[in-house]
Nanobody, 122 residues
Framework: QVRLVESGGGLVQAGGSLRLSCAYS?????MGWFRQAPGKEREFVAA?????????DYADSVKGRFTISRVHARNTVYLQMNNLKPEDTAVYYC?????????????????WGQGTQVTVSS
């Protein structure tokens, strides 16, 4: 069992930036970020493998704007979000996958955080 706690959400104007953090209680997991807007299904945003370097994947909608990274010494994963758009508004969830392979599928992830709200105003 691993505990995940997200932070860093908030209200920002379009074109602005936010950095989300996900503190996890330890272990060797692939880490992912997902988001869910009202009335929509949860969707993949980004993932990073255990080794971090070179092992990342992004949804097409966020490529070039979002960056996922992790700091093992802090047991923390980050999602830097730049040039935010109103359509990025959602609850953002951090998730941990015990499989080393990167996955865009929510069902592949074993543990989830409680989520943090991101609201982008136009």
């Amino acid at each position: 069992q691993v505990r995940l706690v997200e932070s860093g959400g908030g209200l920002v104007q379009a074109g602005g930036s936010l950095r989300l953090s996900c503190a996890y209680s330890g272990g060797t997991y692939t880490m992912g970020w997902f988001r869910q807007a009202p009335g929509k299904e949860r969707e993949f945003v980004a993932a990073v493998n255990w080794s971090g370097g070179g092992g990342t994947d992004y949804a097409d909608s966020v490529k070039g704007r979002f960056t996922i990274s992790r700091v093992h010494a802090r047991n923390t994963v980050y999602l830097q979000m730049n040039n935010l758009k109103p359509e990025d508004t959602a609850v953002y969830y951090c998730a941990a996958d015990s499989d080393y392979a990167l996955s865009k599928r929510a069902v592949a992830y074993d543990f989830w955080g409680q989520g943090t709200q991101v609201t982008v105003s136009s």
